[in-house]
């Protein structure tokens, strides 16, 4: 199916923009819809008509985005408010496409998680407003057929921003230390399982599931790679894309705090110590999802970018 009349919110966004860029190769008529505020580098946005203003003020999107023509909505950046707005005002969209995360689905029960994986309920390192975003997008769907789909990605890796460190955020000063050759001190951390989504890919995602728009209502898709690898295997191919000489060594987390004060731990350390394990293959069934990096490809790709930056 082609030729669809597409909004994407968050089109200046890393995904967001990637999923504007999509769209329109893919022959769609994309109207990109951002606030024109994102300091991070922006892709090329050429075809996509661009619409400046919040999609959480319910006067723009009544009296501006509820007036175009469209057929479908991606929101790359979705709040609970959004829902609610998109339910009440853009009623013309045959499929509202949502990102959320699998970041929803942790501690993970089984290996590899599926969609079927428990996720409502609140724990101690899950994205619970998350979850319950998602779940009032579901009960609309199954109370009034609000047609939503909920795409969950997996840590986002690639050109463009910092990647994933091993200290639990995204600080290039933790490449800076391996590349230089420093002694860098992590948690023992490396036979944690982690899954990255390359950002070209995910970004795929979005655009492809346009095509199966009867198939998707109503459902949940987890989108990564094939396949996770351990954090152990992360850091190697940090340290031999670097030529790094560091000598790593394991510290407990009040030991990281002292030698790393400047280093905000809050829900980062502990989130990164959960395995990510998913299987993608209802979205490859359903709406022909496919990728073309893994995760050291894309490890690769976001610190070949850092360098070109002038970051590292």
């Given at each position: 199916m082609s030729g669809r009349k597409v909004i994407v919110f968050g089109a200046t966004g890393e995904i967001g923009g990637r999923i504007a860029r999509g769209c329109v190769k893919a022959g769609h008529k994309v109207f990109g819809i951002s606030r024109g505020k994102n300091t991070r580098e922006v892709v090329e946005l050429e075809g996509v008509e661009m619409i400046y203003g919040d999609k959480s003020d319910e006067n723009f999107i009544r009296d501006t985005v509820a007036k175009l023509d469209y057929d479908a909505v991606i929101n790359s950046v979705p709040k609970i408010e959004d829902v609610e707005l998109c339910h009440k005002y853009l009623k013309k969209a045959e499929n509202v496409i949502q990102c959320s995360s699998t970041g929803t689905f942790v501690p993970l029960r089984y290996f590899p998680a599926d969609e079927n994986h428990p996720w409502r309920e609140k724990t101690p390192v899950n994205f619970y407003p998350q979850s319950v975003r998602d779940a009032r997008a579901l009960e609309l769907w199954k109370t009034e057929k609000f047609p939503i789909t909920i795409l969950r990605p997996t840590n986002i890796i690639g050109a463009g921003r910092v990647p994933l460190e091993l200290w639990g955020g995204r600080d290039i000063e933790f490449y800076k230390k391996l590349k230089a050759g420093e002694t860098v001190h992590i948690a023992p951390c490396e036979n944690i399982l982690l899954q990255s989504g390359f950002n070209d890919d995910l970004a795929s995602a979005f655009v492809k599931a346009l095509d199966a728009p009867d198939k998707i209502r109503g459902e949940i898709f987890v989108i990564s790679t094939k396949k996770a690898i351990t954090l152990g295997t992360y850091l190697q191919t940090a340290m031999d894309y670097l030529h790094s000489k560091s000598e790593i060594k394991h510290a407990?987390?009040?030991?990281?705090?002292?030698?790393?004060?400047?280093?905000?731990?809050?829900?980062?350390?502990?989130?990164?110590?959960?395995?990510?394990?998913?299987?993608?293959?209802?979205?490859?069934?359903?709406?022909?999802?496919?990728?073309?990096?893994?995760?050291?490809?894309?490890?690769?790709?976001?610190l070949e970018w850092c360098e070109k930056a002038g970051l590292l």
């Open positions: 407990s987390v009040e030991e990281l705090m002292k030698i790393y004060p400047h280093i905000t731990w809050t829900n980062r350390l502990d989130f990164l110590l959960e395995h990510m394990s998913f299987d993608i293959g209802k979205a490859e069934r359903t709406f022909g999802y496919s990728t073309t990096k893994s995760g050291q490809e894309g490890l690769v790709s976001a």
